[in-house]
């Protein structure tokens, strides 16, 4: 079974909207993280945002946002404002403490941002 | 920026030479992790380390080994390189909230 989803596998959002990339997730853990990252067309992988199983606040970092709903075991990632520099592929991750804590991800989004 | 950095940066090999791929952080990061990105299947983990010398295989281990000999470097190493490990590799290191890569190896097998 997949430990983490994303069901888009591409997105289209006008410059300035909002837009949200989907994450679910597989766990019977208690503890575990969630992480998203950018890979733009020139092949870094850039951190974004973490979101902690025991965290009661949604993460928010600048323009990024999580909206973390345990109970659906979803963790979307909001992007507000979108600009012609967010295209790129979108990963989510997951660590679990039960699973020696690997790092595992998801297939990604491609996001494109129209001007 | 992350100090996590990724030796060489690309390089061609013959089939049938081994190849070891670098990884230095200087977070003191106690996880690091070495995948492989490939068109149409993602990042897949290759082997990861719990700690210097604690390491475990991932889901794509086999022709791969790694060690670990000091916080701050993780090594993999293809045994005898084939033409399907012809890839994009990337090396993590990880705390708890926060997890960083390095800049990747495109490694050729010819």
């Known amino acids: 079974a997949q430990k983490i989803t994303q069901t888009q596998p591409g997105m289209f959002v006008q410059e300035k909207e909002a837009v949200t990339l989907d994450c679910t997730y597989d766990t019977s853990d208690q503890s575990y993280g969630l992480f998203w990252y950018k890979q733009p067309s020139s092949g870094e992988m850039i951190f974004l945002i973490y979101q902690g199983s025991y965290d009661e606040q949604n993460a928010t970092e600048g323009r990024y946002s999580l909206n973390f709903q345990k109970a659906r075991k979803s963790a979307n990632l909001v992007i507000s404002a979108s600009q012609l520099g967010d295209s790129a592929m979108y990963f989510c991750?997951?660590?679990?403490?039960?699973?020696?804590?690997?790092?595992?991800f998801g297939a990604g989004t491609i996001l494109r941002v129209k001007s | 920026d992350a100090g996590i950095t990724q030796s060489p940066r690309h390089k061609v090999t013959e089939t049938g030479t081994p190849v070891t791929l670098r990884c230095h952080q200087t977070e003191n990061h106690r996880y690091m992790y070495w995948y492989r990105q490939d068109p149409g299947h993602g990042l897949r983990l290759i082997h990861y380390s719990y700690g210097v010398k604690d390491t475990d295989k991932g889901e794509v281990s086999d022709g791969y080994s790694v060690s670990r000999s000091k916080t701050e470097d993780f090594l993999l190493t293809l045994e005898s390189a084939t033409s399907s490990q012809t890839s994009v590799y990337f090396c993590?290191?990880?705390?708890?909230?926060?997890?960083?890569f390095g800049q990747g190896t495109r490694l050729t097998v010819v």
């Open positions: 991750a997951m660590r679990e403490r039960e699973y020696g804590n690997k790092l595992v």
């Open positions: 993590a290191s990880r705390a708890d909230t926060e997890a960083f």
